[in-house]
């Protein structure tokens, strides 16, 4: 096992332990069932990518494509829409895939291209509940701009093994010379011009535990996929995202060759 992938199983695992502490706090609380628990349907373009270890978040950006981080690592992978209907069900209407393909200059040792796409077997239907995420026309930078970064986390009940809470959450494009100084001295590896950073400057400082991979959204158009944070991207703390209008002609160049 390499390094990189010690960092994430690492950081993993620091949520993890603090999210048990403040659940031992909390038990005598609410319990709640899954029915009540605030979970959104609206239309999605979030896929669970469930595997033998960590899940990752995908993002549906063709009818037959999902885009997610390389650094994910999926053995026995078993792709669902990520929506409440399939909450605890028994995976039904499981999605299958054909091939994925991993950016050919992504290694453990860095974050740089840390992309990877998935094909599905069968085009999926898009309709009110599957919506795709649109990539950017243009690679400006957004610094400065509030974005959405989507996706899926767990609330206090951390033994569940499914995600129970879908958030969205606005967080500021910081300018790339905020994201080197403020976090480069703790970052496990170097930011490049191939990724950028966001976050909200007041995050709350709670555990959390969120699934990887997720995408932020700027102006529609889908900017980043997640490779690592400090903390939980989906409550404010800072992201670092590969900059997906860096590379949309290899995504566009795999969508036509496989
Ligand atoms: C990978 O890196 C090589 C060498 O720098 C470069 O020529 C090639 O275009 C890169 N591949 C992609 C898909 O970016
Ligand atoms: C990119 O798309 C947005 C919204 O779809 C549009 O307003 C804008 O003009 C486009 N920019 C370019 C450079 O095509």
């Not at 992309?115 to 085009?123: G, H, Y």
């Not at 243009?138 to 499914?162: F, I, L």
Request: proline share 5%.
């Amino acid at each position: 096992m390499n390094h990189h992938f010690l960092v994430f199983s690492m950081l993993t695992v620091v949520a993890v332990t603090a999210t048990i502490v403040s659940v031992a706090q909390g038990l005598e609380r609410e319990i709640l069932s899954p029915e009540q628990m605030n979970i959104k349907t609206g239309p999605t373009f979030l896929i669970f990518l469930y595997s033998e270890y960590e899940p990752c978040l995908g993002t549906l950006i063709h009818e037959q494509w999902i885009l997610t981080a390389a650094h994910c690592f999926l053995p026995y992978l078993e792709i669902d829409i990520a929506s409440k209907r399939d909450y605890f069900d028994d995976m039904k209407g499981k999605l299958t895939y054909h091939l994925s393909v991993q950016h050919p200059n992504f290694t453990r040792g860095s974050a740089e291209n840390d992309l990877m796409l998935i094909k599905l077997k069968e085009p999926l239907k898009l309709n009110d509940q599957v919506k795709l995420a649109v990539l950017p026309n243009t690679t400006d930078n957004r610094e400065g701009e509030m974005c959405t970064v989507s996706g899926w986390g767990w609330t206090w009940q951390v033994t569940y093994v499914y995600p129970d809470i879908q958030i969205d959450q606005k967080v500021l494009w910081f300018s790339a010379e905020c994201c080197q100084q403020s976090q480069v001295s703790e970052a496990p590896v170097q930011v490049t011009e191939n990724m950028f950073c966001a976050g909200s400057p007041s995050a709350p400082r709670q555990s959390c535990k969120e699934m990887t991979a997720a995408p932020i959204l700027c102006q529609n158009q889908l900017y980043g996929i997640l490779s690592w944070s400090k903390g939980c991207a989906l409550r404010g703390d800072t992201g670092y995202y590969t900059k997906i209008s860096h590379y949309t002609d290899w995504i566009l160049k795999v969508i036509r060759t496989y």
